[in-house]
């Protein structure tokens, strides 16, 4: 079966850096999405990866590694603003998109 | 502000009710989709729709009946539906390339529904 998988939830401190990480098997892979849900909104584009390596956006930067079945999301100077659900989905070999359930993500002061 | 938009944003239904929710989409796309969104799990796909055909169905039970009657509006018509069926529901559009798997999609709000 296809799978993603991303850790529940994480906390990390205002100002700092934090990694969320996402792991998956799926049949086939034609891209990686990260896409950030604030409680109760729609969830937004965040970044979209298909070759490995490292994409940065200002604050976000993610990075793929297809030989491992791997990415990541790096969020640096956390702001409140950050908490937030982040949602990893990978397109398959049908063009489907398979969703992660996502990591809720606390900024404390 | 997003490009598409959700109504009703909140809906709470008895079992035996039939209601519709709506979807626009202002971003000239050629898809619509249709998730269902429940706590801590995954967005499970319901339907898509590309060029107004419904090309996906994911073996949604029958209450569900979707409805495209153009490429910027998308509907979901309920009835009969179980308390298990409480969740969001999120419309989403994209414009479909040729096969790049470069298609972003786009979500709209979500209509927070509840079956007592």
């Known amino acids: 079966g296809q799978n993603i998988d991303q850790p529940t939830e994480m906390t990390a401190t205002e100002g700092a850096i934090v990694q969320i990480n996402c792991t998956y098997q799926?049949?086939?892979?034609?891209?990686l999405f990260w896409y950030q849900q604030h409680a109760g909104e729609a969830p937004t584009f965040l970044s979209y990866n298909v070759l490995d390596g490292l994409e940065e956006k200002g604050r976000f930067s993610s990075f793929l590694s297809r030989s491992k079945g791997y990415s990541y999301l790096l969020l640096k100077e956390l702001q409140m603003k950050d908490s937030a659900s982040y949602l990893c989905a990978v397109r398959d070999s049908n063009y489907q998109l398979i969703w992660g359930a996502g990591t809720k993500l606390i900024i404390k002061p | 502000e997003t490009g598409v938009t959700q109504t009703p944003r909140h809906l709470v239904m008895g079992m035996t009710n039939k209601k519709s929710l709506k979807c626009e989409q202002h971003?000239?796309?050629?898809?619509m989709y249709w998730y269902k969104q429940s706590a801590k799990k995954p967005l499970e796909l319901m339907f898509v729709?590309?060029?107004?055909?419904?090309?996906e169905n994911n073996s949604v039970p029958s209450r569900f009946s979707p409805e495209c009657p153009n490429s910027s509006h998308l509907f979901l018509h309920l009835h009969t539906l179980q308390p298990e069926d409480s969740a969001l529901y999120l419309c989403?559009?994209?414009?479909?390339?040729?096969?790049?798997?470069?298609?972003?999609?786009?979500f709209g709000p979500g209509t927070r529904l509840l079956v007592l």
């Open positions: 799926t049949s086939g892979f034609n891209g």
């Open positions: 971003l000239g796309h050629n898809a």
């Open positions: 729709y590309s060029l107004e055909e419904r090309v």
């Open positions: 989403a559009s994209s414009q479909l390339a040729s096969g790049t798997g470069a298609e972003t999609q786009y």
